[in-house]
């Protein structure tokens, strides 16, 4: 199968170096896999640094930053002009083993009814610590990683995840066909969530290649402008792919949380920005784009909401937002809400 490795860069000549040797050096066959890099408007030589040194690459420079979501679209339609039976998303601020990509394709093939396939992800500066075994979606729309900061352990078979990480994952063109790609309006953050779920939605299954290995430069860090995106986007990706009797069915405890996360981010300062998220959907050509990608969605789903929420959860458990309100409170309140609920959604 013929491969397109795709990776948008964005100020990531630091990264580049050692990230190409790994890939020019893998056990899957060179002749069948091409790297697609997709620069958005990086000033930091980026581009002509992958020119000069990787000229094996196919360079696509964007003359600004058009997102995560829009630069990887880009990279996937160059992907398919060429051929590629598969495409593999891979962030800039990784390293990847010899046989990660022989290892994503293995699995990939195993099985038709796989969709998506996720790297098993390290953390580059705690080897031996996982940073992502598949992620996870709580039912209010929050994301993620899943294993975060847990010791590293043999897995066996490909167990079946809720979402793939966006920064490696291995996706059919097939599939892409079908469910369409990243919505470029997301820009960055929850993008992987949101095609995550709506291939869930066309009956594809997302699981983990636990011998394919990345190692991830990963540092979460809070600012208010991830946190105007991931809310802004939280709530963009559940109207567009619960069913509205879902929705309704979930409104209290999604006011109630609001009302919680407005109070927090009084003293957090990151109230501005949720006021920010909300006034989104007040704009009524961003609701219309919504629903016009919602009415597809719905128009061509083949999986029930009470198939796809089994997957979901009621807790947030991720290390670096643990707090003892959230610990001791929030998760105990809505995981009992939640093993409640799913037991009543039966549509």
Request: hydrophobic share 45%; aromatic share 16%.
């Amino acid at each position: 199968m013929k491969v397109a490795i795709i990776i948008v860069t964005y100020n990531g000549r630091e990264y580049l170096p050692e990230l190409f040797k790994n890939l020019f050096s893998q056990s899957y066959p060179q002749e069948k896999f091409f790297i697609i890099v997709v620069d958005n408007g990086s000033s930091d030589e980026t581009a002509r640094y992958i020119k000069e040194s990787f000229p094996e690459a196919e360079l696509i420079q964007n003359r600004y930053n058009v997102g995560f979501a829009e630069g990887n679209n880009i990279g996937v339609r160059v992907a398919i002009k060429n051929g590629a039976d598969y495409v593999v998303f891979l962030n800039q601020d990784t390293i990847v083993a010899s046989n990660w990509l022989e290892e994503l394709v293995k699995v990939a093939e195993s099985d038709k009814t796989v969709g998506m396939v996720q790297s098993k992800i390290l953390l580059w500066t705690e080897k031996d610590k996982i940073n992502s075994l598949g992620n996870h979606i709580h039912f209010l729309g929050f994301a993620f990683c899943g294993g975060y900061k847990e010791q590293d352990k043999a897995i066996e078979g490909t167990p079946e995840i809720t979402y793939a990480s966006g920064a490696a994952m291995l996706v059919k063109i097939e599939v892409l066909e079908k469910v369409g790609l990243f919505d470029k309006d997301l820009f960055l953050y929850h993008e992987d969530v949101d095609l995550g779920w709506r291939t869930r939605l066309m009956g594809y299954r997302i699981v983990l290649a636990p011998k394919s290995i990345v190692y991830h430069k990963y540092e979460f860090a809070r600012s208010v402008e991830k946190y105007y995106w991931m809310e802004r986007n939280r709530f963009v990706v559940m109207l567009k792919n619960y069913k509205w009797s879902t929705l309704l069915f979930m409104s209290l405890p999604l006011a109630f949380m609001e009302a919680g996360l407005l109070f927090y981010s009084l003293f957090s300062g990151e109230f501005l920005q949720k006021l920010k998220g909300y006034f989104y959907f007040l704009n009524l050509f961003n609701l219309y784009k919504i629903f016009k990608k919602r009415e597809k969605i719905q128009k061509n789903r083949k999986i029930k909401d009470k198939d796809i929420i089994k997957f979901f959860v009621g807790k947030i458990e991720f290390q670096e937002i643990e707090n003892p309100i959230l610990k001791h409170i929030i998760n105990p309140l809505f995981n009992f809400y939640w093993l409640i609920a799913k037991r009543l959604i039966v549509w």
